[in-house]
């Protein structure tokens, strides 16, 4: 296993979590597509050098929250779920009609979470997550000219950023929310999206994540980061 490529392995969380959370990243950042075989059970356990236990509860932890399919017999393995088969299966939208909420319904409850996630992105980023939260914003400044792209960055970013987080509740109801969103990117880009101004606004909360500065995080106009128009 090459341990500099997985620093979540040393995080204080169980190694299943870890993994799931390296996976997921990895998903979310679009290293994966939807439909892609990540492997078997043992291709995974090979990967990370971990027992066949750990890795069966990390492939039931990401089942859960409908990042991918586990599909048995010849030619089956682990594979990406698409972002409406995670909305599908994710267990926290059932019972609730969740499509039915407007899109100012998931910003206020992203900016009750988003200062809580960045507070904690900041006290326990690694030099590895700096580098990798300037690199998306850095491909944040180059897509303003393309709403959608730069939507799918920002989405991006703040799954970078929630895999930092060590909070598993927190993690796992930021993600469903921004899988929600994801979906909506065609809609928010057509309806009059600002990227300059969220740029100026996300630019800042970033800098302070760098710095582990965990003050501007929590107090961050956070009402700007997804949705400004």
Known sequence: MATDAHPL?????????????????????????AGERLGTKQDLRRRFGVAVATINEAVRL???RGL????????????VADSSTRVALNPLILGFNWHAASQRDYQEVLSALEPLL??????????????????????MEGATDDAEAYLRLGCSLRRRIAKICRNA???????????????????????????EANLAATRPVVDAIVRGDEELPATAAVDQLILAA
Request: hydrophobic share 45%.
């Open 62 to 64: 990401l089942e859960i």
């Open 169 to 195: 509740p927190l993690h796992s109801v930021y993600l469903t929310l921004i899988d929600f969103l994801e979906d909506r990117i065609a809609d928010i880009a057509a309806d009059g999206f600002d990227a």
């Open 68 to 79: 991918i399919q586990a599909r048995p017999g010849p030619g089956g393995g682990v594979f």
């Open 118 to 139: 960045f507070r904690d992105a900041a006290r326990y980023r690694t030099g590895a997550d700096a580098r990798a939260l300037e690199m998306t914003l850095e491909r």
């Open 9 to 33: 392995l040393e995080a204080r969380v169980s190694r299943a979590e870890a993994i799931a959370r390296e996976l997921e990243n990895e998903i979310a950042g679009g290293t994966l597509e």
